[in-house]
């Protein structure tokens, strides 16, 4: 199966890091919720680091964060979560739960 193409990592200016790295970790915590909680996921490194070196694409409005994970533990990922994060009020919405797809 071929493995789909993540996000590259944003040019983020300092100003707004804070908010990026904010929306990073709720966009995380929707996928850790998404899928049954800590004791059952644990999401990639890359959401753990720098917002800016996460999965993201800025979508004006929002940002959208493409997170792999599996069980805790794990060394090859088989979820993928797709959580957008208003930028205004920072509102999650999880578009997709499931297993990982193929890239385009």
Known sequence: MAQATLPSPLTILASDQQDVNRARNLARQAAEKANGGLQHYQAEASMHGPGAESPVVDNGE??????RGGIPGFTVPTIESEVRVDKVNFNTTVLYNGPIRPSN
């Open 62 to 67: 929002f940002w959208t964060f493409t997170v």
